[in-house]
């Protein structure tokens, strides 16, 4: 069910509703009360698809790392400074 909401948030948050849309959402924004406009993603499942293989991407990456620990993130900080 696509979310409603009234062109007074539309105008503040439309990036947000924008970046929403390309990812499947479908915003529905009223004014006075009724449905004026529908903002919907170009290709949102193509969109979503590239997303989700990014992600699984990442995830791969992560699994393979060795885990950080805290003295090697503040010596990483630290590199470099005198």
């Known amino acids: 069910m696509p979310e409603t909401i009234d062109l007074a948030r539309a105008e ?3 990036e947000d509703f924008v970046t929403r849309a390309e990812f499947g959402e479908e915003i529905v924004i ?3 009360g009724a449905p004026v406009a ?3 993603g170009v290709d949102p ?3 979503r698809a590239a997303f989700e293989q990014t992600l699984e ?3 791969t990456v992560r699994a393979r790392a060795k885990p950080v620990t805290i003295e090697e993130i503040i010596a990483w900080k630290n590199e470099g400074r005198r």
């Open 30 to 32: 009223l004014r006075d």
């Open 57 to 59: 991407q990442v995830r």
């Open 12 to 14: 503040r948050c439309f």
């Open 45 to 47: 499942e193509g969109r």
């Open 38 to 40: 529908r903002l919907v």
